[in-house]
């Protein structure tokens, strides 16, 4: 019994490691793709902006696709909260 509560700690652990690798990976692409669209409108452009997802990533919104990005007003996106 003992050895199977090791092993189902074992599995869990790595899953875990998985998880924050492939979350790590998707944060640094997310990062470099924010990056790519500053570059391109400007800073200037982007002052008191957001770039925010057009359909969440918590609802399969893809993180780094140019297309589910869009540039708003800060304000509206604070005021907008997780749904």
């Known amino acids: 019994m003992l050895v199977k509560l ?3 700690q074992a599995k ?7 998880y924050e ?3 790590a ?8 793709k924010r990056k790519e669209i500053i ?6 452009a982007l002052k008191g902006k957001h770039i925010d997802h057009i359909e969440p990533i918590a609802k399969g919104g893809h993180p ?4 589910n990005m869009r540039v708003i007003p800060a304000k509206k996106n604070l005021s907008k909260g997780a749904k």
């Open 39 to 44: 570059e391109e409108k400007g800073k200037e």
């Open 12 to 18: 869990r652990t790595i899953a875990k490691k998985e």
């Open 6 to 8: 090791a092993a189902d």
């Open 25 to 32: 990976k998707a944060n640094a692409a997310a990062a470099k």
């Open 64 to 67: 780094t696709a140019k297309k």
């Open 21 to 23: 690798e492939k979350r």
